[in-house]
């Protein structure tokens, strides 16, 4: 069976690095197709992959999964030895519901400090609402290394939730959000993870 992940741009698509991310860490064989975006014909183009008309897509033979946690998921089940979840049921259970809450959340964090790879950047002054969501953001990524007791991602090995969070670490580093000093370790952590790296260093062959 083929295996194509449907992205979009490396300095621009968050979704399409969270799924790039879960291939890359359970080490699947996939073609990578890229669609740029913010062009006139993009939708056009994504539709001739994805029914969503979003990226990332993940094409299967004649299966579309077009949703990068349901991408997610389906690599986790299909490579099981990935070790994508944790294998504690508890704790796995909260890494779930981290992943799919920043999936489905934190609507004032992306608008304020949207995605990108640069650094440097000043933001507009932040809203309560956004400092709320940096807030649980952080009170999420300590309770999972408080419940796994990892010392490196958030429940040990990089996994799905860490890919989840690595677009929110990229928007922290870009706008200069102060990290509290028992997560900057962790943040150092998916800096320097090698495909983290290797999706910086395709984002600077694309410029």
């Known amino acids: 069976m083929s295996t194509k992940l449907v992205i979009g741009d490396f300095k621009k698509s968050s979704w399409s690095l969270r799924a790039w991310l879960v291939l890359v860490a359970a080490d699947v064989a996939f073609e990578t197709l890229q669609v740029k975006l913010e062009q ?25 999964i077009n949703d990068s946690l349901a991408i997610c998921e389906y690599v986790a089940d299909v490579y099981p030895a990935a070790g994508l979840w944790p ?8 890494a779930r519901c981290a992943a799919a809450e920043m999936h ?50 958030l429940c040990g090995d990089f996994g799905i939730v860490d890919a989840m969070f690595v677009p929110v670490v990229f928007r922290f580093r870009r706008y200069g959000v102060a990290v509290p000093t028992e997560l900057k370790t962790y943040v150092e952590e998916v ?3 090698v495909p983290v790296q290797q999706w910086l260093k395709l984002a600077v062959a694309q410029a």
Request: net charge negative; no cysteine.
């Open 40 to 64: 006139d014909d993009t939708r056009q183009q994504i539709l001739r992959y994805s029914p969503s008309g979003k990226v990332p897509a993940l094409l299967l033979d004649k299966v579309v």
């Open 87 to 94: 294998q504690d049921p508890l704790i796995k259970a909260q």
């Open 104 to 153: 489905s959340g934190f609507v004032n964090l992306r608008t304020q400090l949207s995605f990108g790879l640069n650094t440097g950047d000043t933001p507009e002054p932040l809203t309560a609402e956004t400092q709320e969501e940096i807030q649980r953001i952080f009170t999420l990524w300590n309770n999972l290394r408080e419940a796994s007791g990892s010392k490196q991602f």
């Open 191 to 193: 800096l320097a993870y």
